[in-house]
């Protein structure tokens, strides 16, 4: 049986999201929706993932855990881990190549992480949205020192995506694409996807958009998460239920 899947929200830590954005928000509105995977992917950060973790059980939905990266050239990827504490050290990584800039949450954005029940446990200093000192050459390599995949995100957009900033699909260890539409286009033309696997997710910044654009997984929950609800999921099951995807050219 196939799992409704969602890789791609963002909470309240990201500052160009909605403040209304807890993990626990976020859950109440996935588990209405029947969401059963769900990635937490802030920008350059997963300090959220803690208490997404803590509540994913409450919920019944196999966390997956991550951030959106943002590489220098200013291609967003998702990071997935099957593990918080793989994709905690990778985000500590993360922020130590972030560029140096300031966050002012009166402009740009409030950047809190919080806890299981809601409260401010602090704020990150440098505004999370810069791109990171690491090419989309590089992301997928330094991606799996840590056990993680790489997905590219939202292939199809004409702004952040390999195509808006390099003008084509490029070849990597891409686990699968990110479309915001399946088959994607740009400017109603076909894209190559050069037969990666294809997902759709809802790129979630406000209350609004979460499970906009799930996908069907095609995985058990019994295979993802072989030690019942609260234990990691499978990363090799999860990269096999993705190799799985629907491909094009």
């Keep these: 049986m196939a799992l409704l899947t969602d890789l791609h929200n963002h909470s309240c830590l990201s500052p160009c999201g909605s403040l209304d954005m807890s993990p626990r ?15 937490l992917t802030d920008h350059n950060s997963s300090l959220n993932c803690p208490a997404f973790a803590k509540l994913c059980p409450r919920f019944g939905i196999i966390p997956i855990f991550g951030m959106e990266a943002t590489t ?18 990778f985000s500590e990584y993360a922020y130590s190549i972030l560029t140096p800039f300031l966050n ?9 992480y919080v806890d299981e029940e809601d409260n401010i446990d602090g704020e990150v200093e440098y505004y999370l949205v ?8 590089q992301i997928g390599a330094k991606a799996a020192e840590y056990g993680g995949i790489v997905i590219p995100a939202h292939v199809d957009r004409s702004a952040f995506s390999m195509t808006s900033q390099l003008g084509v699909v490029v070849d990597g260890p891409w686990a699968a694409l990110e479309c915001v539409r399946i088959p994607p286009a740009i400017n109603g033309l076909p894209l190559d996807t050069k037969g990666y696997p ?27 998460q072989p030690g019942g609800p609260g234990a990691e999921a499978d990363m090799e099951a999860f990269r096999r239920a993705l190799s799985r995807r629907r491909r094009q050219r």
């Excluded at 810069?130 to 050459?137: K, Q």
């Excluded at 759709?200 to 929950?221: G, K, Q, W």
């Design 25 to 39: 928000y976020m859950l109440e509105i996935a588990a209405a929706k029947n969401i059963q995977v769900m990635a």
């Design 198 to 224: 294809l997902t759709t997710s809802s790129d979630a910044h406000f209350p609004e958009h979460v499970a906009r654009r799930p996908f069907e997984l095609d995985i058990s929950r019994e295979e993802l």
């Design 72 to 89: 220098s050239e200013e291609i967003h990827a998702l990071c997935l881990f099957t593990g918080l504490e793989a994709s905690l050290a």
């Design 130 to 137: 810069n791109p990171l000192d690491l090419s989309i050459d």
């Design 104 to 112: 002012n949450s009166a402009i740009t954005g409030d950047q809190v």
